[in-house]
């Protein structure tokens, strides 16, 4: 069974900085795509903040870049994200999803979210 956690949210003022991590556990033998989305408000979709693939490429969310990096440990299948100049409208749920993760060299892929962790950012 797959598991991801996130972890590192909380509660920072303004222009304040977090780093968040998201581990993905089991018995996984790779996975292509790692990303963090977000969910600010009921009734609005989750938006891409950040993704990173296997291959390193990275990809921001246009309200976050310049602010926030992505990076990834692919051996412990471990992706992060700092986050920077923290402003109040980055208020929301904070989502880790894996794409393209497989469990054998020649299985299927599979796709993972985890349970998110809230980040407010008030004075």
């Known amino acids: 069974q797959v598991q991801l956690v996130e972890s590192g949210g909380g509660l920072v003022q303004p222009g304040g900085s977090l780093r968040l991590s998201c581990v993905a556990s089991?018995?996984?033998?790779?996975?292509?795509?790692m990303g963090w989305y977000r969910h600010q408000a009921p009734g609005m979709q989750r938006d891409l903040v950040a993704s990173i693939t296997s291959g390193g490429e990275v990809k921001y969310g246009d309200s976050v870049k310049g602010r926030f990096t992505i990076s990834r440990d692919s051996a412990k299948n471990i992706v992060y994200l700092q986050m920077d100049s923290l402003k109040p409208e980055d208020t929301a749920v904070y989502y880790c999803?894996?794409?393209?993760?497989?469990?054998?060299?020649?299985?299927?892929?599979?796709?993972?979210w985890g349970q998110g962790t809230q980040v407010t950012v008030s004075s």
């Open positions: 999803k894996t794409d393209g993760l497989r469990l054998t060299p020649t299985g299927p892929r599979f796709q993972w």
């Open positions: 089991g018995s996984i033998f790779s996975i292509d795509y």
